[in-house]
């Protein structure tokens, strides 16, 4: 399912207009985006918690002339679904 399918079942299950519910879901993806920005978690009971993991920089070696080289330190998000939607999927 890409974006414009969800906004699709959104609108019809929820009974809204195609332009209200793809509002809504944008809302709601800035939302989640600057909250994960600022290094917050948002958690949603039932469907799960959306967070950022931070990796350290690091040493590692190129596999083709194993010379060493420095990566970066990167921050990533993350997605660890709730038991309800586990469940769901099973």
């Known amino acids: 399912m890409n ?3 969800l906004i699709t079942q ?3 299950r929820a ?4 332009n209200d519910a793809a509002r809504a879901v944008e809302t ?9 920005k600022r290094g917050d978690e948002v958690r949603l009971v039932g469907f799960g918690n959306f967070s950022v ?3 350290k920089a690091s040493v590692g070696r190129n ?8 990566i970066a330190s990167s921050a ?3 997605f660890r679904p709730g038991k ?7």
């Open 84 to 90: 309800v939607l586990k469940d769901a999927v099973q």
């Open 76 to 78: 990533n998000p993350k």
């Open 3 to 5: 974006k414009q399918e």
């Open 28 to 36: 709601m993806l800035e939302v989640v985006t600057s909250t994960l």
């Open 15 to 18: 009974g809204l207009n195609r």
């Open 53 to 55: 993991t931070r990796r």
């Open 63 to 70: 596999p083709r002339t194993g010379e060493p080289l420095q």
């Open 10 to 12: 959104v609108a019809d």
